[in-house]
């Protein structure tokens, strides 16, 4: 629901989104997956980053899940990061000199998921570990090889690039011991569908009754809200 809420979005305000990665969840729903377990999104358009950024953070859905026989009111949650990206040469410490080789665990595998006949067939899909932090990234949207290869260092630029910027604001202890969880009251904003509609972010408290809207894409108001309040 994340997803297609950001694609669309993206539609409304001319930006270029691409799926470099998606792995979906397992169990009853089409072709015997249900939803999706975690998405890596690329979004290419002006002020793309600063206008998305301030969605980083933990999202909460109240729903009748349509997966309860018993169409029970169910609570989920999933957590957003926004990250810039970071071309190779544009910071020494985070490009080439930093992100070594040596420093590289790099796998392949089938892609999986809708792709076509090609990409499932062949190990095209690219996985690759920062030993040094431990950070995975892995990208299957390209047939090449190459390609997804290419698409995971970008990301992982980026989330180096998040990295420093965190050690910057905080002790690295604090990173690492203090872990922002995907549950009740760490959430940054609300979707509740049932028993009554609401859309509220906690941090700016704007809200909106037209929920279906939001999921829709009309992220606007909650932007500017964020805006305003970093400004």
């Avoid at 409304?12 to 729903?29: C, R």
């Avoid at 067939?121 to 570990?129: C, D, G, M, N, V």
């Avoid at 690492?176 to 609300?190: I, T």
Wanted: net charge positive.
């Amino acid at each position: 629901m994340l997803l297609r809420m950001y694609q669309r979005y993206c539609a409304v305000k001319g930006f270029k989104s691409e799926v470099l990665h998606q792995a979906f969840g397992e169990g009853g729903g089409p072709d015997g997956r249900i939803g999706t377990k975690s998405v890596t999104l690329e979004i290419q358009g002006k002020y793309a980053y600063g206008l998305l950024k301030k969605e980083s953070g933990v999202h909460r859905l109240v729903r009748i899940s349509p997966f309860s026989s018993q169409k029970l009111r169910h609570t989920s949650f999933a957590s957003v990061q926004v990250l810039p990206e970071i071309e190779d040469n544009e910071d020494p410490s985070i490009g080439s000199g930093q992100v070594k080789p040596d420093d590289l665990k790099i796998d392949t595998f089938k892609a999986g998921g809708p792709g076509g006949q090609y990409t499932n067939k062949t190990e095209s899909a690219i996985r690759i570990t920062h030993l040094p932090t431990g950070i995975v990234v892995t990208s299957q949207s390209e047939r090449l090889q190459g390609k997804n290869k290419e698409n995971a260092m970008k990301i992982l630029r980026a989330k180096i690039f998040q990295l420093k910027e965190n050690e910057k604001q905080k002790e690295i202890k604090e990173i690492k011991g203090k872990r922002v969880l995907a549950e009740f009251g760490s959430q940054a904003r609300n979707y509740v569908l049932h028993p009554y509609k609401l859309v509220k972010d906690l941090r700016t408290q704007y809200e909106t009754s037209d929920a279906q809207a939001v999921l829709e894409g009309d992220l606007e108001e909650f932007i500017q809200a964020q805006l305003k309040l970093s400004s």
